[in-house]
């Protein structure tokens, strides 16, 4: 940008490049909607106010302009689309930035992946912003495909499109001290470092904090976000696919705490983003809740990016970048207009750009499993109660059930009648033979099997079903696949989603992905799967970093007050 230009445009010196005209301003410093015409200058705002001369005039007739939203942390890898697609879903709906770890990315193909999702993101009418993974692999009680240590941090942490630490998971590590964790956090010195600390409180949240994590995007209750607000904490508050806490959160917004909150979606699927929206989806339900849309729209620009040090983002003002929203109704946030950087790129939900997907080669042919059979899947018999993992309906939380499990010849079996299904996670990054077994419940599958290369945050091969059968049929496609997500019954495969790209994206336009998800979920819901987003569900059982128990290639894990340890 050249500051001389802008002055004078702003001066009204020379004509700004386009004028936008009887512009209802919504300003998020001030939290006033403002009429003026506002003058852009090489993809920035040179001024608002009673401007005349521009080589482009764009008459908004009394609509809103907005800034662009920011994306404060979400994995635009849950989508299952590749980048260019990604954009293709959310520019339309007003997501001009988005700050990401790629920890899903590292955790399959290490630096080179994330350098290769950065690389087709400069093509894009998009903002792309990273938070160094902090955490590849989340525990040592899983499998990933990479690993970045101390100096593979510090050396993402020199890149220009990173602002901070990404979220650190590995809590018990925290608490203990652990000096490579610390060494992570530190180096990243006054930059952000976001946490992930669900139902921690107390001496262990203070002892967290103390390490120097400074926002948290996991609390589900009213209690654990407002001490977590005391404590001095950012506190974002999530509305994605499976994971829903917006509406138990929101009464925490007032006029006190409202600059330390953020809206944000973490994990959202394509046919969310492509039939519902993205941040938009979430500041929409904000004001439908309750919440004044302008603060709505703060929690969604400004305070993101105050946050994350963003300081020519977050508003309409001189001198930002001229990322701006058109939209007739501050309610139904209907976006009609998209400009990235003073450059008309969305209309009426349509996007204005078709970029050419970049696949680069270290992110194929990543599946690496070692062959296994049927009775391998066997779950051997032991006395007394068994573990199981409860789902919680729009929650990525579990619980721990032990009950007394269906038993046959030996072995602990699935039992659809009493919504106990077998669950199974197998390693896919080193062919180790490493397989774990166990038992879920909350899925509702009367029969086959659910099977995906999709599993946070190592993504090995996850399944659940109700056949050991089944289970093995889906199993093997998503390795002939080389990764994908399954649903197969009575011995066959019914339908597939192939993601070849690292085993969690698919090539595919956005619109093929999407209604591709949703035969998926339609069969699944025919085998009598009672999710709304079985296969978001799904991704999260291999988690050991989220209460109460999950299930790695390792064993069943249990995860709470800031520990977790294997179930034997």
């Not at 993101?121 to 499998?143: K, N, Q």
């Not at 519902?276 to 729209?297: F, M, S």
Request: aromatic share 4%.
């Amino acid at each position: 940008m050249r500051r001389h230009a802008l002055i004078a445009v702003a001066r009204g010196e020379r004509p700004a490049d386009l004028l936008l005209r009887r512009a209802r301003i919504v300003n998020t410093f001030t939290a006033e909607v403002e009429e003026g015409t506002v003058a852009l200058c090489q993809g920035y705002v040179a001024g608002i106010g009673d401007y005349r001369q521009g080589k482009r005039v764009l008459d908004l007739e009394g609509r809103y302009l907005l800034p662009g939203f920011i994306n404060g942390h979400t994995h635009l890898e849950s989508s299952l689309l590749t980048l260019e697609q990604y954009a293709r879903a959310v520019v339309p709906r007003g997501t001009l930035a988005v700050v990401t770890d790629l920890h899903e990315i590292a955790n399959v193909s290490g630096l080179a992946g994330i350098r290769a999702l950065l690389a087709a993101s400069r093509r894009l009418p998009l903002d792309l912003f990273l938070m160094a993974p902090s955490c590849v692999p989340p525990t040592a009680r899983e499998s990933a495909g990479a690993r970045l240590g101390v100096q593979e941090v510090r050396a993402i942490l020199r890149w220009a499109q990173t602002l901070g630490l990404g979220e650190v998971m590995c809590v018990p590590q925290v608490l203990a001290g652990d000096a490579e964790v610390l060494r992570k956090v530190q180096a990243a010195g006054t930059r952000p470092v976001d946490g992930h600390a669900p139902g921690l409180s107390g001496k262990a949240l203070n002892a967290y904090l103390c390490a120097g994590i400074r926002s948290c995007h996991e609390s589900t209750s009213l209690e654990e976000g407002r001490e977590k607000l005391r404590r001095g904490m950012f506190l974002m508050l999530r509305e994605g696919t499976a994971e829903k806490n917006l509406e138990a959160l929101l009464p925490l917004v007032n006029a006190d705490t409202y600059p330390r909150c953020l809206l944000v979606v973490d994990d959202r699927s394509c046919v969310d983003l492509l039939h519902d929206g993205d941040l938009d989806a979430v500041v929409r339900k904000a004001i439908a809740l309750g919440l004044e849309p302008v603060r709505a729209i703060q929690l969604a620009t400004l305070n993101p990016a105050r946050y994350f040090g963003l300081p020519d983002l977050g508003a309409v003002a001189p001198g930002y970048r001229a990322n701006l929203l058109v939209v007739g109704d501050l309610r139904a946030l209907d976006v009609q207009l998209v400009l990235y950087r003073g450059r008309v790129v969305a209309r009426d939900g349509q996007p204005l750009f078709s970029p050419r997907p970049l696949v680069a080669a270290v992110l194929e042919h990543t599946v690496h499993v070692k062959p296994f059979a049927l009775a391998d899947l066997t779950l051997r018999d032991r006395p007394g109660p068994f573990p199981v993992i409860e789902v919680i309906p729009g929650q990525i939380l579990t619980r721990k059930r032990l009950l007394e499990p269906t038993r046959r010849d030996g072995a602990i079996v699935a039992d659809p009648a009493r919504d106990l299904l077998k669950a199974v996670v197998v390693e896919r990054h080193h062919a180790s033979g490493r397989l774990g077994l166990g038992l879920v419940k909350g899925f509702g599958l009367r029969r086959g099997a659910l099977a995906s290369s999709v599993a946070h945050d190592t993504h090995q091969l996850v399944a659940v079903g109700a056949s050991d059968t089944d289970l093995y049929v889906a199993l093997q496609e998503v390795i002939r696949l080389q990764g994908g997500l399954v649903v197969a019954a009575g011995g066959q495969v019914l339908e597939a989603l192939p993601l070849p790209i690292a085993g969690l994206l698919s090539p595919q336009p956005l619109e093929a992905v999407a209604a591709a998800l949703q035969r998926l979920e339609a069969q699944a819901a025919a085998l009598g799967a009672t999710l709304p987003a079985p296969f978001a569900t799904l991704s999260f059982l291999a988690l050991p970093v989220i209460p109460e128990l999950r299930l790695t290639d390792r064993g069943l894990v249990e995860v709470g007050d800031g520990q977790a340890r294997y179930v034997r």
